[in-house]
């Protein structure tokens, strides 16, 4: 695909508004086996580093607060019970409740944590809806910038290589810094 052909997929993109990026990261939110850094970065491009952020971070949000309170309504099922009953979801469980918020936090700071587990435990755990909001909406903001910026970044590659891989580089350890924050939050995830 051309540059010119993707820019008139853009331009058709851009004709429905800003309803199709936000539907696209919530349903990201719902489903997270989608490339949220692709959407991010595809979002930037279409309507601009700022409009794409804000669309982006409105969709992840939403989307991920809606996961939430339908699992808040389902935590007295069987399948909940089932879930809490995991070592590793007890742990974190126990860990949120006795550290509060701050932890919750950190983890949903990073883009590669696994936000449809840290959104599960957080449902099951005694966190207040309306404190999960308030960590959810900053922390994402956090997240999705850092994503946006650096996949932003990423793109220059033709046009200033060395930038490019030094955004490429920032983006492979701040993987690998979220997967090392991930365990010692979550500890080990064999059971």
């Known amino acids: 695909m051309s540059f010119h052909q993707l820019e008139e997929w853009f331009d058709i993109f851009r004709q429905f508004g800003y309803i199709p990026g936000f539907i696209m990261l919530y349903l990201r939110a719902i489903v997270p086996v989608l490339p949220l850094t692709l959407y991010v970065v595809l979002l930037m491009h279409a309507y601009g580093s700022i409009p794409g952020i804000i669309i982006s971070w409105l969709g992840i949000v939403t989307g991920t607060f ?6 808040k309504k389902l935590i007295n099922t069987e399948k909940m019970k089932n879930v809490k009953k995991r ?7 126990s860990f949120i409740d006795r550290q509060g918020l701050i932890p919750l936090f950190i983890l949903l700071c990073f883009p590669f944590t696994p936000n449809t587990l840290i959104n599960l435990v957080a449902s099951l755990s005694h966190i207040k809806v309306k404190y999960y909001f308030i960590v959810l909406t900053i922390s994402k903001l956090i997240s999705i910038t850092i994503l946006g910026v650096m996949g932003r970044e990423v793109t220059t590659i033709f046009t200033n290589p060395i930038r490019a891989l030094i955004m490429l580089l920032l983006l492979v350890a701040l993987w690998f810094i979220s997967k090392k924050v991930e365990k010692y939050f979550m500890g080990s995830t064999k059971e």
């Open 66 to 71: 809606t996961v939430f309170l339908v699992c």
């Open 87 to 93: 070592k590793s979801v007890q742990r974190l469980i």
